[in-house]
């Protein structure tokens, strides 16, 4: 089955952390780069963070230095550690196909709020 599911969201205090997860199908996971995607209330989805298949990670201007994506290819696993949040991270993160989501591998996502 062919599937990816996040966890990890939560509710947190302007500069605190949070570590996403997300589980992927081994037919994904194995052959294909993998970001971190979000979307917040009334804007489009975007990336956030991707790790190839090698371990080369690039981020968002608006999450570099405070984001650390990792994936553990033994678990089929990719990480998302968010430290120093801010309220404008609030949003709805999604992992994927990098650098190009698969539109039939969305899953439901992780809420992430920051309260300020």
């Known amino acids: 089955q062919v599937q990816l599911v996040e966890s990890g969201g939560g509710l947190v205090q302007a500069g605190g952390s949070l570590r996403l997860s997300c589980a992927a199908s081994?037919?994904?996971?194995?052959?294909?780069?993998m970001g971190w995607y979000r979307q917040a209330p009334g804007k489009q989805r975007e990336p956030v963070a991707a790790?190839?298949?090698?371990?080369?990670?690039n981020y968002a201007d608006s999450v570099k230095g405070r984001f650390t994506i990792s994936r553990d290819n033994a678990k089929n696993t990719v990480y998302l550690q968010m430290n120093s949040l801010k309220p404008e991270d609030t949003a709805v993160y999604y992992c994927?196909?990098?650098?190009?989501?698969?539109?039939?591998?969305w899953g439901q996502g992780t809420q992430v709020t920051v309260s300020s």
């Open positions: 994927n196909t990098a650098p190009v989501p698969h539109p039939n591998y």
């Open positions: 081994r037919i994904i996971f194995s052959f294909n780069a």
């Open positions: 790790t190839t298949t090698g371990g080369t990670t």
